[in-house]
């Protein structure tokens, strides 16, 4: 059964990066033909994928988020890190890591259960 989960910081001051990662057991992040990715949900508004990095290591991104964006991984920790810079408080949401067999994750996948991060001073 694969299994994820989120960590980091549940609050970062506007202007700074947000770093957090997802551990995932059960599955290889090098899976052929798997994805994963980071998906957010701000309060009162539906999901928004923001981007997702490959098995082979490539990565793809929201356009909406891209210049603010990186996904990178650790194949040794089997983990990988979402940074999401120059953070405002319209970036505050609850964040869940996904890994799929497409490129943005539907919710057929396999799911964390999220992390509440907020944005304020």
């Known amino acids: 059964q694969v299994q994820l989960q989120e960590s980091g910081p549940g609050l970062v001051k506007p202007s700074q990066t947000l770093s957090l990662t997802c551990t995932v057991s059960g599955a290889s992040i090098t899976t052929n033909n798997y994805y994963w990715s980071w998906i957010r949900q701000p309060p009162g508004q539906g999901r928004e994928w923001m981007g997702a990095?490959?098995?082979?290591?490539?990565?793809y991104y929201n356009p909406s988020l891209k210049s603010r964006s990186s996904i990178s991984r650790d194949t040794s920790k089997n983990q990988f890190t979402l940074q999401l810079a120059s953070v405002t408080p319209e970036d505050t949401a609850v964040y869940y890591c996904?890994?799929?067999?497409?490129?943005?994750?539907?919710?057929?996948?396999?799911w964390g259960q999220g992390t509440q991060v907020t944005v304020s001073s």
């Open positions: 990095i490959a098995y082979s290591g490539n990565t």
């Open positions: 996904a890994g799929d067999t497409t490129v943005i994750a539907t919710t057929s996948g396999n």
